[in-house]
Antibody
Framework: QLQLQESGPGLVKPSETLSLTCTVS??????????WGWIRQTPGKGLEWIAT???????YINPSLQSRVTMSLDTSKNQFSLNVNSVTAADTAVYYC?????????????WGRGALVTVSS | EIVLTQSPGILSLSPGERATLSCRAS???????LAWYQQKPGQGPRLLIY???SRATDIPDRFSGSGSGTDFTLTISRLEPEDFAVYHC?????????FGQGTRLETK
């Protein structure tokens, strides 16, 4: 059974880079035709899709975050990661790693438990 | 982007009753690419329905989805105690992918 687990600092200073890692168990992140992704949730804006990455490395990013977000894969550790640079208080959220299903657009059939990241000095 | 509006914001019902949750889109959703999720406190959302009416793996048949175009409905035929949670809809007919603001289903 697929399991996803987020990890990373819970506190990030404004203007710095938020970095999170998702550890995948129960599947290989390099399996054919597999996508991986990130979604965040805030009380004010609700759920927000951040980005989706194909196992080849091709990445699709929400245009509202395009200039600040990168994703990467670490096949040796079966992990994938998210970086959000130049963070502000508006980036404070619970961040979920997810498995997207679909081809050019996706729903999400597996979610981690979420990691709370607070942006504050 | 497509804006999804869920109603009601809060729905108060008793176990055994029928729940009807609405999700309305600001534009028609291509291929009826709409999903529903259930979320309980401290947990990530759980996929219930995709493609507007297809139940996800291991989802009980008391959950059903319907609708097309701009109007979609999640129905829970007979509420069980474990069904009281927040429900989100999500469209994936057009990027960026967007979510509704959620409906809280609470015990009356």
């Amino acid at each position: 059974q697929l399991q996803l687990q987020e990890s990373g600092p819970g506190l990030v200073k404004p203007s710095e880079t938020l970095s999170l890692t998702c550890t995948v168990s129960g599947a290989s992140i390099r399996s054919g035709s597999v996508y991986w992704g990130w979604i965040r949730q805030t009380p004010g804006k609700g759920l927000e899709w951040i980005a989706t990455m194909y196992y080849t490395g091709t990445t699709y990013i929400n245009p509202s975050l395009q200039s600040r977000v990168t994703m990467s894969l670490d096949t040796s550790k079966n992990q994938f990661s998210l970086n959000v640079n130049s963070v502000t208080a508006a980036d404070t959220a619970v961040y979920y790693c997810v498995r997207p299903r679909g081809v050019t657009t996706w729903y999400f059939d597996s979610w981690g438990r979420g990691a709370l990241v607070t942006v504050s000095s | 982007e497509i804006v999804l509006t869920q109603s009601p914001g809060i729905l108060s019902l008793s176990p055994g009753e029928r729940a009807t949750l609405s999700c309305r889109a600001s534009q028609s959703i291509s291929y009826n690419y709409l999903a529903w999720y259930q979320q309980k406190p401290g947990q990530g959302p759980r996929l219930l329905i995709y493609d507007a009416s297809s139940r996800a793996t291991d989802i009980p048949d008391r959950f059903s989805g319907s609708g097309s175009g701009t109007d979609f409905t999640l129905t829970i035929s007979r509420l069980e105690p474990e069904d009281f949670a927040v429900y989100h809809c999500q469209q994936y007919g057009r990027t960026p992918i967007t979510f509704g603001q959620g409906t809280r289903l609470e015990t009356k």
